[in-house]
């Protein structure tokens, strides 16, 4: 198990993250999910040991990653690869071990062994120089996977490499995983990447972790803004609470009214909390007339997906939406029109 609790990091005044607090059990594969700037970096160097925080633990399998002494037990794998350009392919995988002092017939065979799995053999004497960027990410892996670490940690690894070779890391990293006492925490602002590889998530935005959890659970009841919006396809529009009744809200958007569902974790919303509407692209429908439950905005154009179904793209406000509706729906709309909209989603505070 890994736990990390109330980290903290601070330059001068100011705190890079803040109390940040989640855990990977053992096997788990763990996504810092936020924006750029909010810290996911900063907590990955704090589990490889290269970065001191300012407060807090990080404990994996009872030993300390901030006051024990010792080598470090999380190899990371950079954007960027970090290789030694003056060194060959077989070198640069060997490097941890060359400094761990193993014989170097050991050496050779697992260099051999690791290559072949990955995808390289031949590659043991190439130089780096004329490699491609997929074949470049494949080496950096090879060198982190072949010393086999209780953490395997990844700074946004995934975001230049061609699909062929994505599919096989994502292959190897689950397979990594399964063994015992294995962990992974990797840092995306990409859904796809965590829906593809995740099994739990810690979503950052300024430093503090918004929300974290199993990923199927956050999937299925986010607790927060945050939460609600890494799901796949789903979007959100500003509103104030104008009311509520039964369990149910009545938001207004500013552009009409709309019933809206409370977060299966908020029990308090005040009247006039500010927030958003959170709400599948297929959750939407077109109306053809005002009428209470609907807002408007100004249709922009329709593209054909299937058939049956099509995407319209229109504008509330400032926000534009890009919504999935039947065929028929999207039939005889004026670009630059008003379009009227029902919708059925979830309230979530701001903040």
Not at 46 to 63: E, H, K, M
Not at 276 to 284: E, W
Not at 327 to 335: I, K, N, R, S, Y
Request: net charge positive.
């Amino acid at each position: 198990m890994l736990q990390v609790s109330d980290v903290t990091c601070r330059i001068g005044n100011r705190a890079i993250i803040e109390r940040v607090t989640f855990k990977v059990p053992s096997g788990g594969k763990l996504a810092l999910f936020g924006s750029s700037g909010s810290g996911k970096t900063t907590v990955l160097k704090v589990l490889a040991q290269t970065l001191p925080p300012s407060g807090g633990t990080a404990v994996l399998d009872g030993a300390s990653l901030i006051s024990d002494r010792g080598p470090a037990r999380g190899i990371m794998v950079w954007q960027n690869h970090v290789l030694f350009e003056h060194l060959t392919v077989a070198e640069n995988v060997a490097f941890g071990l060359i400094a761990r002092n193993e014989p170097e017939a050991n050496i050779r065979k697992k260099v051999d062994e690791i290559l072949d799995k990955i995808g390289l053999p031949g590659f043991a004497g190439r130089k780096l120089a004329g490699l491609s960027g997929g074949e470049r990410a494949r080496v950096a892996f090879a060198r982190a996977f072949i010393l086999q670490p209780p953490l395997l940690l990844l700074d946004e690894v995934f975001s230049n490499i061609d699909v062929a070779t994505k599919a096989l890391l994502y292959g190897l990293i689950d397979e990594y995983a399964k063994l015992p006492r294995n962990h992974v925490v990797f840092v995306s602002h990409n859904h796809d990447e965590v829906v593809a590889l995740a099994d739990h998530i810690a979503i950052l935005e300024g430093g503090q972790i918004k929300e974290s959890g199993a990923l199927k659970d956050v999937f299925r009841s986010p607790a927060t803004i945050y939460g609600a919006l890494i799901v796949p396809d789903k979007l959100s529009l500003s509103c104030r609470v104008k009311s509520q009744a039964d369990g149910r809200l009545v938001v207004d958007t500013g552009f009409g009214e709309l019933a809206a569902e409370r977060p299966a974790t908020e029990t308090r919303i005040r009247d006039g909390a500010d927030g958003f509407l959170v709400f599948a692209k297929n959750d939407a429908s077109i109306a053809r007339t005002k009428g209470e439950g609907t807002i408007w905005g100004t249709f922009l154009r329709v593209l054909p997906l299937t058939k049956q179904r099509a995407q319209v793209v229109l504008r509330v406000g400032d926000a534009p939406l890009a919504i999935e509706v039947p065929q028929e729906q999207a039939v005889g709309l004026d670009a630059g029109g008003t379009i009227y909209l029902r919708v059925t989603g979830t309230f979530f505070p701001r903040g």
